[in-house]
């Protein structure tokens, strides 16, 4: 049986990422426009919220832009991943 899920836009992962990163970091003021490093994220936190944009969207975020990046940038890249799978 083919999967007939629709893949969620960007603004869906995006809302989900300022979401679950406000809720693991317990930090409730997340905006698009902040870094995850700088909020107080690490590599282990980065797992969990791997974890749950795999369960949602079946990919993960990109380490490397989820660091260096906004949280924006972050969600741009895993939506442009997920549209493209």
């Not at 007939?4 to 995006?14: G, K, M, N, S």
């Not at 426009?33 to 990919?59: C, P, Q, T, W, Y």
Request: proline letters at 4%; aromatic letters at 6%.
């Amino acid at each position: 049986m083919p999967d007939a899920r629709i893949a969620p836009d960007a603004a869906t992962i995006q809302r989900r990422t300022l979401e679950w990163v406000a809720e693991i970091l317990e930090e409730p003021e997340v905006t698009e426009e902040d870094n995850f490093l700088d909020l107080g994220g690490h590599s282990m936190i980065a797992l969990v919220l791997g974890e749950r944009a795999k369960d949602a969207f079946g990919a993960d975020y990109d380490l490397k832009t989820l660091f260096e990046g906004t949280l924006a940038s972050a969600a741009a890249e895993l939506a442009s991943r997920v549209a493209g799978s």
